[in-house]
Structure formats: structure tokens, C-alpha cells
């Protein structure tokens, strides 16, 4: 593992597009919950520091990192895509790696990937926490952190999705765009499918992980309790059945669909010519 | 002998294209084995089955006398097709995966640079060599954790004629050295010149398989000329006189066995009663008897 990790620490570091975008990653991260701060609204019930405070940061940052997760996947792609087109993965294999080897190394560069997202969230919410909070009782700073480790598993789902259309497609624009079409395109099919379906699909599951926050909408989706205090109206009170499954189902559901996304990697590489 | 590779029917298609069928042969260590053919004769596609990165269709191969696995790789240094590294990486970032992925120390990389003329160079990115340097850089990582086998697939391509020969001369220390060389090439001369044994592809079938000296003797070929030369190709058939007979342009071609000359194939054709109005004696060249082969 450590020599699969140094590979693939020599092929992404020495790779300016990756440091590239990962510094804007970063930035435009920073510079979005930046620019939200200082927005000055308020509607009855509501306030933009709110989503700075403490618990509800736990809700909003990841929500937030959620939507740059997809360049993270897009990163990814690139990398995979390289293997590819200049043919190293073929090479890594003469030299003496298995291709179950060529998934370990990518899987590795997911989880590293995923943690330096994890991290950077954590720090930004540490530190946006404790700027705008007023509360610092333990209870209030660490409800609901456990969102951040769903965040954590969102980033890996959606890597491990990129993962596969990379090794689909063995090339690096097609992938990343069809990737990007899968979005709309998986919207488009849940909608043929009976409301109480439409929540096990791929992209719905894993997105789902970091919904937005409940006091950003007006309906109650989630399990959890309301952070904010907001009141917000219960669909299924009405007869509409909601889309979304509960957090502890929708985590599941993601992990299988990530261990899915892996395995039909691994058979996909082990099958195909190099 | 030591067996370092056993072929054993290896057939490999592309779709309904047939790439290689029925392939069998055997490497002894400390051979040099050449695989010689013509463009898409199969060449490429054995040697990249047999190092794992295409799947055969059929047939097996065992490397060491056991089952391929990516240890056994790890002792096998392969150049298959094209030089295959990251471009924005130096030589030495590039020759670090290698050393990495064979567990051989650091160490190699200087040598291998060193024997590939490429020292200098070792902080430039890959993607800024000229083809014959990129040829070179793989010809470096091949010999990355002195591996026992080395597999090279057109190692002189794109070299210039300098190139050509320092190649050569790296192969040959190496075969010294007492590694087993597999070398693939379309290039008689360099198969002549540095090969023990010779396997010889057509359209996918091993069409002859032998020491070099056997297949592709520079043995002396009678060249005559009659009136009548089928008949003659008959008669000749017909006797014990001839290894090989067979019509060469105008002429007929007669390589004659071991204890006769071209005295006692005059002596034949004026029994016979042909009239010869030529005969040349004149070594067959490597080319035309590659070329008889694979006609």
C-alpha cells in the first residue's frame, strides 16, 4: 500500500493541471463561504450568520464543499484518463504491478483526495465556527458533526463514480463529460419512475448525503432535526412522498453503491486490453 | 536448460481480426531469441499476451517454469510497441515508478541513464526527448533491477544509425552478461547480428522456429537458367540432389546438400538433358531466404 501510495504521489504532485486545480479548488471553496459571510439579508427567521454558527456550519459547509466535489471527481477523471492515454497503466503492469494494483493505486488517490476535502472542511468550520458562533457550550459545537464524515463518504462516492467512467471510456474529455450528462440524464430517468424509486438512483443517493440545509428549504426531507429551529412543512403530512430516504439508509445505500462503482471498475480493467 | 518461457498454442484475436494462432515455442535461458516478421505478423501482439496486457483467447504461457504472475514480471525488463511514460515527468521522476514498482534501489536509475547515454538529460521532462532518446530512455528502464529477461519490441526504432549501433552493442554486453534476450524486429540484420535463436511469424503463425544459423544460413545457392525450367525443378525434385529447389525470376534456384557442388548439378542437367545457358554460384542473401519464408 505505502508503494502504491508513493506511485501515485510521484504521478499527481509532479502533474501541474492537478496542483493547479486543486489550489483553485481551495480557493474558490474559501473564496464562496468568504463572500457568503459578508452578505447582509435578513428574513424573518432567518440569518445568513446563522449558517455560520455552530451546529448549523456542520450542515452548511459540507453542503457547500458538496458542489466542488464534482471538480474533485473531474480531477480525477484527468489522472485516470492519463493512465490511459499515454499508456502507462500498461507499462505499470510490464514493469511488474497486477491491474487489481492499477484500482488499489486510483482507490488510494480517492481516499487522499477525499481527506484533504475532508480536512479543508473541517478547518474551515473550526475556524468559521468559532469566529461567528456565540454559543461554545460542547454539545452545540459538536452537534452534528457527524455530517462532515458523510461529506467525507459523498466525496469517495463521487470519485469512485468518476473512477468507473474513466475506465468506461479510457478517455479523458468523453468521460468527463458524459459524467457531467449523467446528472441531468439520471434526473430525466428518475422522473419515469414512481416517487418512491426515484431515491435509490446513483447520483440522487449520493448527492443526497449533504442535502441542503433544512433551513434553506421550506420542506422537511430529513431525519434529523431541524438545526436551526426554523419550522418548515412536512410534505408526507400531505400526501406527497418525499423523495429522499432517511441519512442512515442513504449512507448505506451510497456505501454499496461505491463498493459497486469499485468492483465493476476492477472487472472492467481486469477484462479489457491495456 | 533452464526453460524461461513456454508458449503453448497461444491464439489471440482482435474481433473477427486473428492476431496470433496456435503460437508455440520455448526460450532457454541465456538465449538470445529473435522474432522476426513482417508488419502485423503478429509480433507485438505475442510478446504484449505474454507480459499480461492483452488477454489470449486461447493457449497458455508459463514464465520460470511457473504461472505469470507479477513477481515473475518483476524479473522480466520489456519494451512492447512504443516508449510508454508520463510525459510531464523527468527521466528520473519516470525511472523512479519503474524502480519503485520492481523494488530495485535508486541506484539503478543512474546506472541505467548511463548506459543509455541519457545522464544528461536525466532532469528533463520526457515529453521533450526526440523519438531515438525516448527509444533509449526505454531501453534505461529496462534495465531497471537488472531483471534476467529483457523483451524488446523494435528496440532500434527511430534510432539513427549511431543509435542503431549503441543499441546493438547494449544487447550484446547484455546477452555477455548471460541474460535471456527476446528481441522482436522486422530487421534482418539486427536479428542476424545479435540473435542465438529465431522464431518467424506470418499473418499470425509461426511459420519456422530454430537457431539463427539454421533458419537463415548465408548458405550457397546455385542460380541456373534452361529452356525448359519446370522440367527441370521436377527433375531436380525428383533426385536426392537438392536441399531446396525454386523458381527465381528468370532463373532456377538450387541449394544444393552438404557434400555436392555446383560441378555435380552441371554434371545432372547434361544427364538429363537440359542445356544450361547459366550457372552462378552466389551466397543467398539473409533477405531472400526471410522472404522465401514467409512467401
Request: net charge neutral; aromatic share 12%; glycine share 6%.
Amino acid at each position: 500500500m505505502k508503494k502504491l501510495f508513493n506511485l501515485e504521489k510521484i504521478k499527481a504532485l509532479s502533474y501541474p493541471p492537478f496542483k493547479t486545480l486543486m489550489i483553485i479548488h481551495f480557493l474558490l471553496f474559501f473564496l464562496v463561504i468568504l463572500v457568503v459571510s459578508q452578505l447582509h439579508f435578513t428574513i424573518p427567521g432567518f440569518s445568513i450568520k446563522g449558517l455560520y454558527q455552530f451546529p448549523n456550519i456542520w450542515e452548511f459547509f459540507p453542503w457547500v464543499a458538496s458542489w466542488f466535489n464534482i471538480f474533485l471527481t473531474i480531477v480525477l477523471i484527468t489522472l485516470v484518463g492519463n493512465e490511459f492515454a499515454y499508456k502507462t497503466f500498461r507499462q505499470n503492469v510490464i514493469d511488474g504491478l497486477d491491474r487489481t494494483d492499477l484500482i488499489k493505486g486510483k482507490l488510494i488517490m480517492i481516499l487522499t483526495v477525499a481527506l484533504y476535502t475532508f480536512i479543508m472542511v473541517l478547518v474551515a468550520i473550526l475556524i468559521f465556527g468559532l469566529i461567528f458562533s456565540k454559543d461554545f457550550s460542547f454539545t452545540i459545537i459538536f452537534e452534528n458533526s457527524y455530517l462532515i464524515l458523510i461529506y467525507f463518504v459523498q466525496a469517495i462516492g463521487y470519485m469512485t463514480l468518476g473512477l468507473l467512467f474513466a475506465i468506461l471510456f479510457r478517455n479523458t474529455a468523453l468521460s468527463i463529460i458524459l459524467f457531467l450528462v449523467y446528472f441531468p440524464i439520471e434526473g430525466i430517468i428518475r422522473l419515469f419512475f414512481k416517487a418512491e424509486f426515484r431515491a435509490y438512483f446513483p447520483i440522487k443517493i449520493i448527492s443526497n448525503l449533504t442535502p441542503r440545509p433544512e433551513f434553506l428549504t421550506m420542506t422537511s426531507e430529513k431525519s434529523y432535526t431541524n438545526a436551526s429551529g426554523t419550522s418548515s412543512l412536512d410534505l408526507s403530512e400531505i400526501g406527497i412522498v418525499p423523495e429522499n430516504l432517511p441519512l442512515g439508509i442513504t449512507v448505506v445505500l451510497a456505501a454499496g453503491y461505491i463498493g459497486f462503482f469499485i468492483a465493476l471498475s476492477t472487472i472492467l480493467l481486469k477484462r479489457k486490453n491495456l | 536448460m533452464e526453460k524461461v518461457l513456454q508458449i503453448n498454442n497461444l491464439s489471440k484475436n482482435y474481433g473477427n481480426i486473428r492476431a496470433i494462432e496456435n503460437v508455440s515455442f520455448e526460450v532457454n535461458k541465456g538465449e538470445v531469441y529473435g522474432m522476426l516478421g513482417p508488419n502485423g505478423s503478429g509480433k507485438t501482439t505475442t510478446l504484449a499476451v505474454i507480459m499480461g496486457i492483452l488477454n489470449a483467447n486461447g493457449g497458455s504461457y508459463e514464465w520460470f517454469e511457473q504461472p505469470f504472475s507479477k513477481f515473475s514480471r518483476r524479473r522480466i525488463g520489456a519494451l512492447i510497441e512504443t516508449p510508454n511514460f508520463y510525459p510531464y515527468l523527468t527521466l528520473w521522476e519516470n525511472l523512479k515508478i519503474v524502480a519503485k514498482i520492481k523494488d530495485a534501489d535508486e541506484k539503478d536509475i543512474n546506472n541505467a541513464l548511463g548506459v543509455a547515454n541519457l545522464l544528461k538529460r536525466k532532469h528533463t521532462n520526457f515529453g521533450h526527448l526526440s523519438l531515438g532518446m525516448k527509444q533509449r530512455m526505454s531501453i534505461a528502464s529496462v534495465l531497471i533491477g537488472n531483471p534476467e529477461v529483457l523483451i524488446l519490441d523494435e528496440p532500434t526504432n527511430g534510432l539513427d544509425p549511431e543509435g542503431f549501433a549503441e543499441v546493438r552493442n547494449i544487447i550484446l554486453s547484455q546477452a555477455d552478461a548471460g541474460k535471456t534476450i527476446i528481441i522482436a524486429s522486422h530487421i534482418l540484420d539486427e536479428v542476424e547480428k545479435v540473435c542465438t535463436h529465431v522464431a518467424i511469424l506470418k499473418s499470425g503463425d509461426l511459420i519456422a522456429n530454430g537457431r539463427v544459423g539454421e533458419l537463415l544460413s548465408s548458405e550457397e545457392t546455385v542460380f541456373i537458367q534452361t529452356e525448359k525450367p519446370e522440367d527441370l525443378i521436377m527433375s531436380i525434385k525428383e533426385s536426392n540432389l537438392a536441399k531446396e529447389v525454386y523458381p527465381s525470376d528468370e532463373d532456377v534456384a538450387v541449394v544444393l546438400n552438404a557434400d555436392l557442388n555446383s560441378g555435380d548439378l552441371n554434371k545432372f542437367c547434361f544427364e538429363k538433358g537440359f542445356t544450361l545457358t547459366k550457372i552462378q554460384v552466389r551466397k543467398q542473401s539473409l533477405e531472400d531466404q526471410f522472404l522465401q519464408l514467409v512467401k
